[in-house]
C-alpha cells in the first residue's frame, strides 16, 4: 500500500516493463511517476508532463535498442516519451509531497520528456499500443487511430514520426479494407493487419467510437501482428 503515490490525485493508468521489476503510474493531475519494484515500490522518477494538470490516460513501458523509454497520452492529446535511465543517480532530485499533510513521502527525480508530438488527436488520448521494435499505436477519444514510428536510427529512440491517421469502422456498416500506403521496407508494411476506414459522413457520435484500449497480438500470425481495438459502442 502506497498512500500518496501521487499526492492525492487519482491513478488512472499502471503499466510495468517487459521483466516486472518497473512499474509505472499516472494521475488525474498529470504526473506519471516510476518505481522499482525490486527494491519492494522504491519511487525512482517523477515523469515531468508535457502539460501541467492534464490527465494521463495510458501508458506503456518498452524496450528498444538495449534502453528502456515510457510513453504516455491524456488529456492534452499528444504523445510522449521519456527514458528510464539505469539508476537514479542518473537523474536531479526533487521532493514529491505525500498530498496526506505530512510533508515529503519521499525524494524522487524529475525526468523531462526527450520528445513529445506535435501532431494531436482531436480529442482526448485514451489509450496506447506498442510493436517491437518502433511501431506506436495511440487511440482517442475521438475515434481515430494514429499510427507512430520510432527514430531509432543510430541508436535508441529520441523522437518518434506521425505516419497515418484512421478511423475506426462504424458498427454494422461494410467498409473496404486497404492495406497501408507505407513502403514496402517499413515495419508499418510487414507487422500490422491491415485496418478499415469508414466514410466521415458514416461516422457515429464521438462519444460511441472512444478508442478505450488497444493491443497487438503478436503470436497470432506471426510476422503479422493484428491490431485488436476495444471502442465504447460495444
Not at 521489476?21 to 504526473?31: E, I, K, Q
Not at 523509454?69 to 504523445?79: C, I
Not at 537514479?88 to 524529475?110: I, K, L
Not at 543510430?154 to 492495406?179: D, N, Y
Request: proline residues 9%.
Amino acid at each position: 500500500l502506497l498512500p500518496g503515490a501521487h499526492a492525492g490525485s487519482p491513478i488512472t493508468a499502471l503499466t510495468q516493463c517487459e521483466r516486472g521489476r518497473r512499474l509505472v503510474s499516472a494521475a488525474h493531475d498529470g504526473s506519471v511517476r516510476l518505481w522499482n519494484l525490486s527494491a519492494g515500490c522504491e519511487p525512482l522518477a517523477s515523469l515531468k508532463p508535457a502539460a501541467e494538470g492534464s490527465e494521463a490516460t495510458a501508458l506503456v513501458h518498452m524496450t528498444c535498442r538495449g534502453s528502456r523509454h515510457v510513453l504516455a497520452t491524456g488529456w492534452d492529446r499528444s504523445l510522449g516519451l521519456w527514458h528510464d535511465a539505469d539508476s537514479s543517480s542518473s537523474y536531479t532530485s526533487v521532493s514529491v509531497d505525500s498530498g496526506d499533510g505530512g510533508g515529503d513521502a519521499s525524494s524522487m527525480v524529475g525526468v523531462d520528456p526527450s520528445w513529445v508530438s506535435t501532431v494531436h488527436h482531436r480529442d482526448d488520448g485514451l489509450s496506447i499500443a506498442y510493436l517491437p521494435p518502433s511501431t506506436i499505436v495511440t487511440g482517442g477519444a475521438d475515434g481515430e487511430l494514429f499510427v507512430w514510428e520510432l527514430d531509432t536510427e543510430g541508436g535508441p529512440p529520441t523522437k518518434g514520426q506521425f505516419r497515418r491517421r484512421i478511423r475506426m469502422p462504424v458498427l454494422g456498416a461494410s467498409p473496404s479494407v486497404s492495406p497501408y500506403s507505407s513502403p514496402s521496407n517499413s515495419p508499418l508494411a510487414h507487422r500490422i493487419e491491415a485496418l478499415s476506414s469508414a466514410p466521415p459522413s458514416a461516422a457515429p457520435s464521438t462519444a460511441s467510437r472512444a478508442v478505450e484500449s488497444l493491443l497487438f497480438l503478436r503470436t497470432i500470425a506471426p510476422p503479422l501482428a493484428p491490431l485488436v481495438a476495444a471502442c465504447a459502442d460495444g
